[in-house]
């Protein structure tokens, strides 16, 4: 009887998706969700055939070099701008993602942030729970309109898609993005959305929501002179990653009042937060939790696991497994 693989786990994860693997693997766990040092991951995966990552760990060429016996990553997440994809494809390491069951989601906690900051959601819980709550005002927190004004989408993927769905489909909003490829027509059509240049985009927008996945090309895709073309009563929302948006000339934008209100699930540098944007009213903070209803983090943590699986050779899908992002590598595995 061949020897078990073994994987490490290398954060925190529904008992119920360990068992899963507990099934198949010598399994090292994460007991208490620790965000390991970079050398205690390494350490810990002395021997691993195949790693369960989250956002938090990054795989990166020297890490790889230094575990050659490595043959699966597998993120639980859509986003792998934590692993150096190229480097593990050189490497023969299969990775995956978890893209499709957070969509949804996602697109939710999107529009609720976009929502929120417009209509000043979580600046009023403030002020009511400061006891500043003393008498009705005809302008008290009033906020900017959402139905019916323009939403711009930065980056039209699987999510940017859901979010424009929403806008066009449940709040008449007439939808302007802006990706590297346009859709199909009759996509556009479907979500009553057309595609601007970038410019435009940012003039053009009552609310922008941006949803583009983060590499060297997306950083600072968002800084002072774009914010500089928006307008004066637009807000934007950032659920992509930290990065993507210069944080620093955001909280500058929105301490001028340039734009209105920001909603931002992420941050250069999390879970670290630029101190400007905790002093500032007008932006709206989440720790990055787009994804995270119960039933889609189960989702998100089954697909993880399926990959890994299938990645080791293992389970009714063995050797194909399902969101994988170099399948390519497989082939050439012995
Ligand atoms: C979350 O940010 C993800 O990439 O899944």
Same mark, same amino acid.
């Given at each position: 009887?061949?020897?078990?693989?073994?994987?490490?786990?290398?954060? $925190? +994860?529904?008992?119920?998706?360990?068992?899963?693997?507990?099934?198949?693997?010598?399994?090292?766990?994460?007991? /208490? /969700?620790?965000?390991?040092?970079?050398?205690?991951?390494?350490?810990?995966?002395?021997?691993?055939?195949?790693?369960?990552?989250?956002?938090?760990?990054?795989? /990166?060429?020297?890490?790889? /070099?230094?575990?050659?016996?490595?043959?699966?990553?597998?993120?639980?997440?859509?986003?792998?701008?934590?692993?150096?994809?190229?480097?593990?494809?050189?490497?023969?390491?299969?990775?995956?993602? @978890?893209?499709? +069951?957070?969509?949804?989601? @996602?697109?939710?906690?999107?529009?609720?942030?976009?929502?929120?900051?417009?209509?000043?959601?979580?600046?009023?819980?403030? %002020?009511?729970?400061?006891?500043?709550?003393?008498?009705?005002? %005809?302008?008290?927190?009033? !906020?900017?309109?959402?139905?019916?004004?323009?939403?711009?989408?930065? *980056?039209?993927?699987?999510? !940017?898609?859901?979010?424009?769905?929403?806008?066009?489909?449940? %709040?008449?909003?007439?939808?302007?993005?802006?990706?590297?490829?346009?859709?199909?027509? &009759?996509?556009?059509?479907?979500?009553?959305?057309?595609?601007?240049?970038?410019?435009?985009?940012?003039?053009?927008?009552?609310?922008?929501?941006?949803?583009?996945?983060?590499?060297?090309?997306?950083?600072?895709?968002?800084?002072?002179?774009?914010?500089?073309?928006?307008?004066? *009563?637009?807000?934007?929302?950032?659920?992509?990653? !930290?990065?993507?948006?210069?944080?620093?000339?955001?909280?500058?934008?929105?301490?001028?009042?340039?734009?209105?209100?920001?909603?931002?699930?992420? %941050?250069? *540098?999390?879970?670290?937060?630029?101190?400007?944007?905790?002093?500032?009213?007008?932006?709206?903070?989440?720790?990055?939790?787009?994804? &995270?209803?119960?039933? @889609?983090?189960?989702?998100?943590?089954?697909?993880?696991?399926?990959?890994?699986?299938?990645?080791?050779?293992?389970?009714?899908?063995? $050797?194909?497994?399902?969101? &994988?992002?170099?399948?390519?590598?497989?082939?050439?595995?012995?």
């Amino acid at each position: 009887m061949s020897r078990r693989a073994a994987v490490l786990v290398a954060r $925190g +994860v529904f008992p119920e998706v360990l068992e899963r693997l507990v099934q198949h693997f010598d399994v090292e766990a994460n007991a /208490d /969700d620790s965000v390991w040092p970079a050398a205690e991951l390494s350490a810990r995966l002395l021997g691993k055939a195949g790693v369960f990552t989250t956002g938090s760990e990054r795989i /990166d060429a020297e890490l790889l /070099d230094a575990h050659p016996q490595l043959r699966a990553v597998c993120n639980m997440a859509v986003g792998y701008n934590n692993i150096d994809l190229d480097a593990c494809t050189a490497r023969g390491v299969l990775v995956s993602n @978890t893209p499709d +069951v957070l969509t949804e989601t @996602t697109a939710d906690f999107g529009f609720a942030l976009m929502m929120a900051a417009a209509r000043r959601i979580t600046e009023g819980e403030h %002020f009511l729970r400061a006891g500043q709550w003393t008498k009705w005002s %005809f302008d008290m927190l009033a !906020g900017a309109e959402v139905h019916g004004t323009r939403l711009g989408v930065l *980056g039209m993927g699987r999510i !940017g898609q859901a979010i424009a769905r929403r806008g066009a489909l449940g %709040f008449g909003m007439p939808v302007i993005y802006h990706n590297r490829s346009r859709l199909d027509p &009759a996509i556009e059509q479907q979500l009553g959305a057309r595609w601007v240049g970038k410019a435009e985009l940012l003039r053009e927008a009552d609310h922008l929501v941006i949803v583009v996945p983060y590499s060297p090309q997306s950083h600072h895709l968002i800084g002072a002179a774009e914010l500089a073309q928006m307008k004066p *009563g637009a807000t934007l929302t950032n659920i992509a990653r !930290g990065g993507v948006v210069d944080d620093a000339a955001l909280a500058q934008a929105l301490r001028d009042r340039r734009i209105a209100a920001a909603g931002l699930d992420v %941050f250069e *540098g999390e879970p670290s937060v630029h101190p400007d944007l905790l002093t500032l009213p007008n932006v709206v903070l989440t720790p990055h939790i787009a994804s &995270a209803s119960i039933a @889609t983090r189960l989702a998100m943590a089954n697909l993880a696991a399926d990959n890994l699986i299938a990645a080791l050779g293992c389970g009714p899908q063995a $050797g194909r497994p399902p969101t &994988a992002l170099n399948p390519q590598v497989l082939a050439a595995q012995p």
